[in-house]
């Protein structure tokens, strides 16, 4: 009986310092799962500055490209050629790749200053409503509903009857005499 007794003892030793060495790796396992969790999360930040800047530069690039986003933000009307309002649509098309990109990591305040930026002039607004809308709904209905809050608030106008279906195909312009 008494030996019985001491290999129950024994297993019971055992079979508790196994689950203590488990305990030990599973520890050890999250805290390397926390380093490798930060470790992504600053390579994002990283790549989200890069995309940034590569968005500045795409702008700066030549002073006809830089001369093209100031008139296009200005107004668009201020673009004249098809070749202007093209290169104005597709570089305010990379700014808010980037932003659809970052929708979900940013912060409810960076939502909101990320939309307040891309609507806060007339030419902005007016590539949001005819051009950029639709890809932000499809991406996000939240970011849609965001940005036409704050198109609402910044120029009076709510696009809630606006169509936003509506294709306009690259080449082609919503200012053009149909």
């Not at 196994?18 to 994002?44: C, G, M, P, T, Y």
Request: aromatic residues 10%.
């Amino acid at each position: 009986m008494e030996l019985d007794l001491v290999a129950q003892l024994i297993t019971s030793i055992a079979t508790f310092l196994v689950a203590v060495i488990l305990l030990q790796q599973l520890f050890k396992q999250n805290k390397e799962l926390n380093l490798q969790h930060k470790d992504s999360e600053r390579d994002h930040m990283f790549q989200r500055f890069v995309s940034l800047q590569s968005i500045a530069v795409e702008i700066t690039r030549t002073k006809e490209t830089a001369d093209i986003w100031v008139k296009g933000v200005n107004n668009w009307k201020n673009l004249i050629e098809d070749s202007e309002k093209l290169i104005f649509r597709n570089l305010y098309n990379l700014q808010c790749n980037m932003m659809m990109n970052n929708w979900e990591t940013s912060s409810p305040t960076g939502r909101i200053n990320a939309a307040q930026l891309s609507l806060t002039t007339e030419g902005l607004a007016t590539v949001y409503k005819y051009y950029q809308r639709r890809p932000i709904y499809n991406h996000s209905s939240d970011m849609g509903k965001l940005w036409d809050k704050i198109y609402e608030e910044t120029w009076g106008e709510s696009l809630d009857n606006f169509d936003k279906e509506k294709v306009i195909p690259y080449g082609k312009f919503h200012d053009e005499v149909k």
